[in-house]
């Protein structure tokens, strides 16, 4: 198999397991608050703004509902998108909308690079949290592993950061929430994806050897 065919084989994987978890329906549903939020924001202001993303996630969270997703997980969403809202409201900046999420991809910027000069890569903890690692089970090689997987993670929460800082400390509301949009949901969808792709593929070569 030549180097292209396997990144083809290896990018239809990726997008397979994307659409498998719901990425396109996640993506949408973490866009709709935020688009509502800079048309209302840019036709009459920010509390028009919060007005607006407040009644989008209440639709959005009623569809979601009606279609049998889990209740919790929607009332997260709600509930993140008045905390957003909150934000605006006590400072009447548009730009401390996206304030949450400035300050939470810095602090997993630093909890990622961190991990990486430890002894446990942040993926490795994670990846056992939810069953995909065994608990028991430490080695040389699986921490190799989620070294490499974790270093992807960080890499995508510094490029968040370089680009959301500077858009939020210029106050270029539109941009900031574009960029949110492109880099928020989608991109962790498929780390995600490749995070479950990497660590099924490496456990499969070792059952296989």
């Known amino acids: 198999m030549t180097h292209t065919s396997r990144t083809a084989s290896a990018a239809a994987e990726v997008f397979a397991k994307f659409k498998q978890l719901n990425g396109f329906q996640r993506s949408a549903d973490a866009v709709g608050p935020v ?4 048309l209302g924001y840019q036709l009459a ?3 028009a703004g919060i007005a ?4 989008a996630a209440a ?6 509902l009606i279609r049998g997703d889990s209740v919790k997980v929607v009332t997260v969403s ?3 998108v ?5 934000f605006v409201q006590f400072s009447g900046q548009g730009r401390d909308f996206f304030l949450p999420t400035v300050v939470g991809c810095a602090v997993l910027t630093v ?5 990486l000069l430890g002894r446990r890569p942040a993926t490795w903890w994670i990846c056992r949290k939810v069953g995909i690692e065994p608990a028991d089970e430490v080695s040389a090689d699986r921490l190799r592993l989620h070294r490499r997987i974790t270093a992807l ?3 995508n929460w510094v490029v968040h950061v370089l680009v959301l800082v500077p858009l939020y400390l210029a106050n270029n509301v539109a941009a900031l929430g574009l960029a949110a949009m492109l880099l928020g949901k989608p991109s962790v969808v498929v780390l995600v994806a490749l995070t479950w792709i990497q660590v099924q593929r490496s456990r499969r070569g070792k059952t296989d050897e």
């Open 35 to 38: 688009a509502a939020f800079l």
């Open 45 to 47: 202001g920010a509390h």
């Open 52 to 55: 607006a993303a407040i009644a």
């Open 59 to 64: 639709v959005l969270a009623l569809v979601r």
């Open 78 to 80: 709600v509930v993140a």
């Open 82 to 86: 008045l905390v957003y809202s909150l």
């Open 111 to 115: 909890v990622f690079g961190l991990s």
């Open 153 to 155: 993670w960080f890499a």
